[in-house]
């Protein structure tokens, strides 16, 4: 069973940037349950709320990784209060999942990635999201590295037919 982690933006469900991608984010979400996965994520609002929803009304289970002391989105199964800052509850989050997938965002996302890169996490990236989930491609080296360690894959992709596809592809190699 895999443990997923989606990262992305966060904010208010009616910013554009994220209301923009709520339809893909609560279809990633219920795909996730389908399969029988666990969702992980932030736990909070924005791409985390929208992705954990569309997991939970496929009675999903999802697991949010929280900074300090606050309480996650109504979505949210087992809500991990870390005591930590965002930055470093990005660390927990990461280590706790088998694969993150990204969906737009800002400096938190790019924290997360290159933190699941340093672990050895593989990532995908859904392609046309935004912000760092688009920018990060331009630094990749052969289209598949952060850099010449090549710790982990970067893969990119296009639709969910495809990320699912992917998804089921890395568990049965795990």
């Known amino acids: 069973m895999l443990k997923i982690g989606v990262i992305g933006y966060s904010g208010e469900l009616t910013e554009e940037k ?3 991608l709520s339809e893909i984010t609560f279809e990633i979400g219920k795909m996730i ?18 992705v ?10 999802t697991v949010g990784i929280l900074p300090w002391e606050i309480d996650g989105n109504q979505y949210i199964d087992y809500h991990i209060k ?3 800052d965002f930055s470093m509850r990005s660390f927990v989050l990461v280590k706790s999942v088998d694969v993150i997938v990204s969906i737009g965002g800002e400096i938190g996302t790019a924290i997360e990635l290159l933190g699941a890169y340093a672990n050895g996490k593989p990532i995908i990236l ?3 999201t935004g912000g760092w989930t688009d920018r ?3 630094c990749l080296i052969e289209n ?12 990119s992709v296009n639709t969910i037919e495809e990320l699912e596809k992917l998804l089921k592809k890395m568990e049965v190699e795990k």
């Open 18 to 20: 994220i209301k923009n």
């Open 144 to 155: 598949t590295y952060l850099d010449n360690r090549k710790t982990a894959k970067v893969y």
């Open 82 to 84: 870390t005591g930590l």
């Open 136 to 138: 990060i491609k331009k």
């Open 33 to 50: 349950a389908k399969n029988g996965w666990i969702l992980y994520s932030g736990g909070r609002n924005g791409i985390m709320e929208i």
């Open 52 to 61: 954990s929803k569309g997991a939970k009304e496929s009675n999903g289970v």
């Open 126 to 128: 859904m392609n046309n």
